[in-house]
């Protein structure tokens, strides 16, 4: 049973930056593919950026150039940067790791629909006033 814990939300100025970090309890960061996704109150969650064993990444195309998500083998900890944020990435951020669907986890067109994943943390809180 892999544990996650998130950290590293608060809140933050419309066009400031944040750094999400993601601790795993064991082997999965660098073995699994691993994904930060988040929920707006009344929204569905909705993936923001994965990145699988091998290092390949993908991205909401609402968040490319934005975020970027990163992971630290030695520290099993997974990372997600987000710069220039706006008040519609506010939201839970969670982290999850080993999806369940087909094929390589960045290899889909959209990945904010692919929130099949097999464990996740408990999130952390991003606000952004308006």
């Known amino acids: 049973q892999v544990q996650l814990v998130e950290s590293g939300g608060g809140s933050v100025q419309s066009g400031g930056s944040l750094r999400l970090s993601c601790a795993a309890s064991?082997?999965?960061?660098?073995?699994?593919?691993m994904g930060w996704f988040r929920q707006a109150p009344g929204k569905e969650r909705e993936g923001v950026a994965v990145?699988?064993?091998?290092?390949?990444?993908n991205y909401a195309d609402t968040v490319k150039g934005r975020f970027t998500i990163s992971q630290d083998n030695a520290k099993r900890t997974l990372y997600l940067q987000m710069n220039n944020l706006k008040p519609e990435d506010a939201g839970m951020y969670y982290c999850?790791?080993?999806?369940?669907?087909?094929?390589?986890?960045?290899?889909?067109?959209?990945?904010?629909?692919?929130?099949?994943?097999?464990?996740w943390g408990q999130g952390t809180q991003v606000t952004i006033p308006s």
């Open positions: 990145i699988d064993s091998d290092g390949s990444t």
């Open positions: 064991e082997y999965a960061v660098g073995t699994y593919c």
């Open positions: 999850a790791s080993e999806h369940t669907y087909p094929g390589p986890c960045t290899a889909v067109p959209d990945i904010r629909k692919r929130v099949e994943y097999k464990f």
